[in-house]
């Protein structure tokens, strides 16, 4: 909004504007137990869906990231100010639950409610 | 940068993270016997009624609990009493408690007929704690609660034994239940081979655990947290006004 305004604050080039494909975005991604070297011990489910965040934070923070003021700075200062300072990781936000059928050491069997088990958005922090 | 692991390198090494919740169930390499029967069934069928199949608690679920361990007996001896009675004596160790889940319901579900070649028994379950209030379900009252179990089986609520007479006990608790079978027809007398019998898994417990009033706090406060994030609306992403 202020780029066409203040002259020297830089407008969004259209090199960034083909990045928009590559923003920070939830991807999803199924895995076995079987795959883990869990399924001798977990009975249920068979597959888990923990999907990931990945994608670039750099440029203009969409508002959906849920990124904070001191997110926006940072970045701000890397991009205007120093580089060594990092760059935004794309990482996990808001996070789901998942039940788990499972055989314990001692031979039980335990049904749980794990929290944190499923990413659900992502944000540039 | 993002780099998710190669599948096949932990298909490996199945080592688990030690910070990792789930790991603290995890047996090791080396596992017992997978379960079988009528208690893999049951939590089978308690885990399809309270998650769909990709994992997600469902919304609907009538569980009332965060946690349900399915505890089966770990000694048992037989004794032969004057006439039809059989009794056994079930064992069921109690695993230390765990700080961030608080007990709020046990039950013991246990076979009620057992039909063996030529003979059927009848049988019922004793706590082994005297004066322990115990209540069977359905109740006669009329539950309009359907019941989990199947026809062979019975469920009895020992909620009120276990959370007054045990679980505040220090050291190694033990559920102690008598398992009493009554030959229903026949004089003549049968001689059980019990070693057989264990195999059939004649009873076993259920102990219901919901957070504690400190750990859901903790969550709610976690969650509380996010959503102030969510609604708090960056200085830098306002609109002009």
């Known amino acids: 909004q202020t780029c066409s305004i203040a002259s020297d604050v830089p407008c969004p080039s259209q090199e960034q504007d083909r990045s928009v494909n590559n923003q920070c975005s939830l991807h999803p991604y199924k895995v076995s137990f079987h795959q883990l070297g869990w399924d001798h011990w977990i009975i249920a489910p068979r597959l888990y869906t923990p999907n990931y965040c990945k994608g670039i934070c750099t440029g203009v923070l969409p508002y959906g990231l849920n990124s904070p003021n001191h997110a926006i700075i940072q970045s701000l200062v890397n991009e205007l100010v120093n580089r060594s300072v990092p760059q935004l990781s794309c990482v996990p936000y808001k996070f789901l639950p998942m039940s788990i059928l499972l055989i314990e050491a001692n031979g039980s069997i335990l049904y749980k409610e794990y929290e944190g088990m499923i990413a659900q958005s992502c944000t540039c922090r | ?241």
């Open chain 2, 1 to 241: 940068k993002v780099e998710w692991p190669s599948t096949t390198l932990l298909a490996e090494n199945p080592t688990l993270p030690s910070s990792l919740d789930l790991a603290k169930e995890a047996p090791g390499k080396e596992m017992k016997q997978w379960p079988q029967g009528y208690p893999l069934r049951y939590m089978l069928k308690l885990y399809q009624r309270s998650a769909d199949p990709h994992g997600h608690p469902r919304e609907n679920r009538t569980i009332g609990a965060k946690m349900v361990r399915l505890i089966k007996p770990s000694a048992s001896a037989m004794r032969l009493l004057r006439g039809p009675w059989h009794i056994q004596t079930l064992d069921f160790p109690l695993a230390s408690n765990e700080v961030a889940y608080q007990l709020i319901r046990a039950t013991v579900v246990y076979r009620h007929q057992l039909h063996l070649v030529h003979y059927h028994l009848s049988c019922h379950v004793e706590p082994w704690v005297p004066k322990c209030r115990t209540k069977h379900f359905p109740s006669k009252s009329g539950s309009a609660k359907p019941s989990s179990v199947s026809k062979a089986w019975r469920e009895m609520n020992i909620t009120h034994c276990i959370q007054q007479k045990l679980w505040n006990r220090k050291g190694r608790r033990v559920l102690r239940l008598r398992f009493m079978c009554q030959q229903q027809k026949g004089n003549e007398t049968l001689e059980l081979r019990w070693h057989g019998m264990t195999s059939l898994d004649v009873a076993f417990l259920l102990l219901y655990f919901n957070d504690t009033d400190e750990s859901a706090q903790a969550k709610l406060l976690a969650r509380g947290q996010e959503e102030l994030t969510d609604r708090e609306s960056p200085f830098l992403m306002r609109s002009v006004r």
